[in-house]
């Protein structure tokens, strides 16, 4: 079975500083992995993806995340955090079920920036 | 550039009462999802339509049910409206390609009292 990890329901970051929200993954065959991000009343828009190209994923905004086999992790990064950067991200994990495609996500981890 | 279209934004029901929520895709996808949002426990799929003509349950289904009208259109029923299905609900349509992300409408707010 297919499930994800996302450590920290809340992180807190300076303005300019480096945000590092992790995401574990459990998977027996490799995954296609995918970083969304929830802005207050919004849905979910997708950040990034991996689907077994790069290891390294650049996506919107600034962020990034790199694909660890030997640590089943895909953590997702930036380098200088801003206010607008406040936000809910989902990672999630694609899971191929009964024939059919299906997201599972993890809980969800809440990032506040503060000058 | 429409993207995935859901309606109601906002409904406030009493317990026992019914009502559908819509969803629409404008991008020609073949698969659509409801899933449901709550509080420290991220999105959880009730149904899914993998094409035009098929669905299928998720994770928590009961207390719902959906219909696939065609294949821009998917929408959620609640015959009879519980406290515990008080939630924000998010349609998403993704194409048939399996490493494809899925795309999300703004949500449905509903609260049942």
């Known amino acids: 079975a297919q499930s994800v990890t996302q450590l920290g329901s809340h992180v807190s970051v300076s303005e300019g500083a480096l945000v590092l929200l992790r995401c574990n993954y459990s998977?027996?065959?490799?995954?296609?992995l995918f970083w969304y991000v929830q802005y207050p009343n919004q849905g979910l828009q997708l950040l990034l993806k991996?689907?077994?190209?790069?290891?390294l994923v650049k996506g919107i905004n600034g962020f990034e995340a790199e694909f660890k086999k030997s640590e089943t992790s895909f953590h997702l990064t930036k380098p200088s955090a801003h206010m607008s950067d406040a936000a809910e991200y989902f990672c999630?994990?694609?899971?191929?079920?009964?024939?059919?495609?299906?997201?599972?996500f993890g809980a969800g981890t809440r990032l506040a920036v503060h000058p | 550039n429409a993207g995935v279209t859901q309606t109601p934004k906002f409904q406030v029901l009493k317990t026992g009462q019914s009502m559908t929520l819509q969803c629409a895709q404008d991008?020609?996808?073949?698969?659509m999802y409801w899933y449901r949002q709550d509080p420290g426990m991220g999105l959880r799929l009730i149904y899914y339509?993998?094409?035009?003509?098929?669905?299928d349950k998720g994770e928590v289904p009961n207390g719902y049910n959906v219909s696939r009208l065609n294949k821009r259109e998917f929408s959620l029923r609640l015959e009879s409206a519980a406290p515990s299905q008080t939630s924000v609900y998010f349609c998403?349509?993704?194409?048939?390609?399996?490493?494809?992300?899925?795309?999300f409408g703004d949500g449905t707010r509903l609260s049942i009292l």
């Open positions: 991996y689907t077994s190209a790069a290891t």
């Open positions: 998403a349509s993704r194409t048939g390609s399996f490493n494809q992300p899925q795309h």
């Open positions: 991008m020609n996808h073949n698969s």
């Open positions: 998977s027996s065959v490799p995954p296609y």
């Open positions: 339509s993998a094409s035009e003509g098929t669905t």
């Open positions: 999630a994990v694609s899971r191929f079920s009964g024939g059919y495609n299906k997201l599972i």
